[in-house]
């Protein structure tokens, strides 16, 4: 199915999809975080074909995701995270502990650490403004009037 | 594109993504936590198809991301959210956090809000596990060696 243009949506959630909603994308983000910047660093790491991959590649710089710096010889250039990707962080984070805890898996996979100490993250908690800690049950979704 | 298979992946953001990597999976989420049940309510809130939402759900109860109650008089029935399904409250709201601060609305939108007052939840910061608020650049991706 076509994909719905979500750009316009009233829900913050919907226009955030709009960015990242496709499962490529965040895949290309974590390798980022991981330290890959170069096309055939992605490309190695997510196993796609170069059109595709540079297809995706430039969406993302026009979204401000990355920006490229390019080489003097040519090529493809180098793809950093802007402070705009970087503020995804929070979701990849969720994502992994979320399949952590829900998918099946018996050998060690990809980690997100504390570069200090390289120990895991602590388990993200969604805390009230008075810092109480909310189950899902403690969550509403409202829609404006 | 076909999707990739990535249930089998190492890494659990893939894992993720291969149960809610798809724009619509976190929408009919969203729709849940805001109180829909029925089959219409989705439809209506989503604008698609009646046969593409009776496949999406399909694939969620079989995801065990929702699980339906049959009606007597037969119909669709009704969907709840699991306790799986409740684990990704909070990828929506560092998805609704990021939206809210990267993409341009000039209306009020969806909000995810503390039950209890109505409130906005307090942003959501990466921990280390002694405490201290990391930011991306203090947060590495390992893969496993």
Same mark, same amino acid.
Request: net charge negative; glycine share 8%.
């Given at each position: 199915?076509?994909?719905?243009?979500? $750009?316009? $949506?009233?829900?913050?959630?919907?226009?955030? %999809?709009?960015?990242?909603? $496709?499962?490529?994308? %965040?895949?290309?983000?974590?390798?980022?975080?991981?330290?890959?910047?170069?096309?055939?660093?992605?490309?190695?790491?997510?196993?796609?074909?170069?059109?595709?991959?540079?297809?995706?590649?430039?969406?993302?710089?026009?979204?401000?995701?990355?920006?490229?710096?390019?080489?003097?010889?040519?090529?493809?250039?180098?793809?950093?995270?802007?402070?705009?990707?970087?503020?995804?962080?929070?979701?990849?984070?969720?994502?992994?502990?979320?399949?952590?805890?829900?998918?099946?898996?018996?050998?060690?996979?990809?980690?997100?650490? $504390?570069?200090?100490?390289?120990?895991?993250?602590?388990?993200?908690?969604?805390?009230?403004?008075?810092?109480?800690?909310?189950?899902?049950?403690?969550?509403?979704?409202?829609?404006?009037?």
């Amino acid at each position: 199915m076509k994909r719905k243009c979500l $750009d316009e $949506d009233q829900c913050p959630i919907a226009r955030s %999809l709009d960015v990242v909603g $496709d499962w490529w994308t %965040l895949l290309i983000i974590r390798d980022a975080v991981g330290g890959a910047t170069r096309f055939g660093e992605f490309q190695k790491h997510l196993d796609i074909a170069k059109n595709i991959l540079a297809t995706r590649l430039k969406a993302l710089v026009e979204q401000r995701i990355f920006t490229v710096v390019s080489e003097a010889e040519g090529g493809h250039g180098q793809y950093f995270l802007t402070a705009k990707g970087k503020a995804l962080l929070p979701v990849l984070v969720t994502l992994a502990q979320w399949g952590e805890e829900h998918t099946v898996w018996d050998a060690e996979g990809t980690k997100l650490l $504390d570069a200090k100490n390289l120990q895991p993250l602590r388990r993200v908690e969604l805390m009230s403004q008075d810092g109480r800690i909310l189950r899902p049950d403690d969550v509403v979704a409202i829609e404006p009037a």
